[in-house]
């Protein structure tokens, strides 16, 4: 992966400059690059990694990871399938993958009784689901490679040889 | 209770005070630590846990774990193309720090000369003295990117000495040779008869070139003993564990030292270290990465600020000018660190030639470096 990339993806608030600093480029070629990836698709967004149990939110939200199984149709795959399904918005991720069922989504509702109602009337009536399992999420320890919890401050001595 | 003339003549650190001060000193941002800010990585300490839950507690051979001593040839060999028998040319130390005492107390009479470039790692020529040799330092300057030159090796070898202490990359310059500039030294040593002692401790971390070891030189091997250990590439300093690769009488020497002195190394730090080379290197690569873009950083921002700091081409310090300040290395780092709190080590701690720069780790999160130009700017102004 670009440098570039590999910094904006722990970091996505450093300015160009800082980049050009730590990679020994331009800013101006820094920005230009991050401009042509933002254009082209590959950096998709800027967002937050947040700990919702320490956000204090005023209406509660739930999570659950649910396996689908599918009927791929024929000429457009999986794709079309997976379409139609990820484009509901309480669909917050969607991945295909191997194994025992085809799809993996991560759906969002206020409580459990919307994502039920989601998996009851949107999901499962589908003509290509062939079925599905939902799994509550009941803690979540890290995202994104980042660990919710903070860490402890590791004591090293101030200064040493 | 007496204590030894011996080490009452040992020069105490002239900066003791300085760090208890910087130790005292509340919500200090540090560019003063000579170790890792990494952790060390997950797999290498879940390995260490599982040792001791598995019961692993024992005392190891003097020598070490014949893995782990074959693990380190087998990884030698990989790395560097070089070879040692583990049986016979391979020790594990308690760090360099205990392989550089081995090393000098199983070489030196009384008397016999170490050349030690300077500045130096502040052990190094307490480490000489107190084994009965006496240290002969080589000053080395900034405009050679504090390098020793062959021909002052040469000039100072034939005044008589028995051996060479080199450390490449340096704490706490950062200066490295490339492989012809090592080439260079080495024929001077063949030429004059000098045993080094090679501290290759920072080696993963040299950044502009491939590191050469040493005792890959032709005419090298049997008259280098290479030091190195997991401290620095895997941010194992506490775990405490190095080795002494060298010629099998220099080892087996230390070996007899060790065993009536250390009697072996932690077997949980041997674990660990086992562990670190079976499947440790992808992490060397990530942290170097980093420390990469933190010395660009560094070294750019400094210089921005009228620091004058060359580019060191390894470890993880920066080694900026102060003369601009007119201030003493002392009085910088004092003045510093009351003033905006910013800890760093002053040049003179490590020889006369380091006076009029200062060391600064770049071991520190990107945050803490950016705050630390700040406050550096800050103090700049005010001065």
């Known amino acids: 992966m670009d440098e570039i990339l590999e910094i904006l993806a722990k970091d996505a608030r450093i300015s160009a400059e800082e980049i ?8 101006a070629q820094v920005k230009k690059t991050i401009k042509h990836y933002e254009d082209n698709g590959t950096i998709v967004q800027y967002k937050t990694v947040i700990n919702h149990d320490l956000a204090k939110e005023t209406n509660s939200f739930v999570r659950a990871l649910i396996e689908v199984s599918i009927t791929p149709q024929k000429d457009v795959g999986f794709d079309y399938v997976a379409e139609r399904i990820y484009s509901f918005p309480e669909v917050v991720s969607c991945y295909l993958v191997s194994g025992t069922y085809d799809l993996l989504l991560m759906v969002e509702g206020d409580n459990i009784q919307t994502v039920s109602n989601f998996v009851a009337s949107k999901l499962s009536p589908m003509e290509n689901v062939k079925g599905t399992t939902t799994h509550f999420m009941l803690k979540k320890y ?19 040889y | ?13 002239g900066i003791r005070a300085f760090f208890d001060l910087v130790l005292g000193m509340p919500d200090v941002i540090s560019l003063g630590v000579g170790e890792p800010d990494f952790v060390t990585p997950w797999h290498i300490r879940e ?3 599982y040792s001791l839950e598995k019961g692993y507690t024992s005392y190891t051979s003097n020598k070490g774990m014949p893995e782990l001593r074959k693990a380190i040839a087998h990884f030698l060999e990989k790395r560097y193309g070089l070879s040692y028998d583990p049986e016979e040319e391979i020790l594990i130390t308690v760090g360099v720090s205990e392989a550089l005492d081995l090393a000098f107390r199983a070489i030196l009479d009384p008397g016999d000369k170490i050349l030690i470039p300077e500045p130096s790692y502040v052990s190094y020529g307490p480490v000489v003295d107190l084994a009965g040799g006496k240290p002969v330092y080589l000053k080395t300057h ?19 000495a028995l051996g060479l202490l080199l450390n490449y990359p340096a704490n706490p310059t950062g ?12 024929n001077v040593c063949v030429k004059n008869d000098l045993m080094v002692v090679s501290d290759e401790i ?11 070891p040493l005792a890959t030189l032709k005419g090298m091997k049997n008259r280098v003993v290479y030091l190195n250990g997991f401290s620095k590439a895997y941010a194992m300093t506490g775990f405490r564990l190095g080795w002494a690769c060298g010629p099998a009488a220099v080892i087996a020497a230390m070996t007899k030292i060790h065993q009536y002195t250390m009697l072996c190394a932690s077997i949980t730090g041997q674990m660990a270290a086992l562990e670190a080379l079976k499947s440790g290197f992808k992490d060397v690569v990530e942290m170097k990465r980093e420390y990469m873009r933190r010395r660009r950083f ?27 300040t007119g201030l003493s290395s002392l009085d910088f780092a004092k003045k510093l660190l009351q003033k905006q709190r910013v800890a760093l080590v002053p040049g003179v701690a490590f020889g006369p030639s380091a006076e009029g720069f200062v060391r600064m780790s770049y071991a520190s999160a990107y945050e803490n470096l950016k705050e630390a130009i700040v406050r550096i700017k800050n103090f700049l102004k005010d001065t």
């Open chain 1, 20 to 27: 050009a600093k730590l990679t020994g480029k331009r800013a």
């Open chain 1, 142 to 160: 890290k995202e994104d490679g980042q660990m919710l919890k903070k860490a402890n401050n590791r004591k090293r001595l101030n200064i040493s």
């Open chain 2, 1 to 13: 209770m007496k204590v030894s003339k011996k080490v009452q003549e040992l020069a105490p650190s």
């Open chain 2, 47 to 49: 390995k260490a846990i």
């Open chain 2, 142 to 160: 900034v405009d050679n990117g504090f390098k020793i030159a062959p021909r002052q090796l040469a000039e100072t070898a034939r005044k008589g």
């Open chain 2, 175 to 186: 200066a490295s040779y490339t492989k012809s500039e090592l080439q260079e030294l080495a």
């Open chain 2, 202 to 212: 920072y080696d993963e971390l040299t950044y502009d070139f491939d590191h050469t």
């Open chain 2, 298 to 324: 560094m070294v750019e921002s400094l210089n921005e600020l009228g620091m004058t700091c060359h580019n060191p081409e390894g470890a993880f310090y920066v080694f900026p000018s102060i003369q601009s």
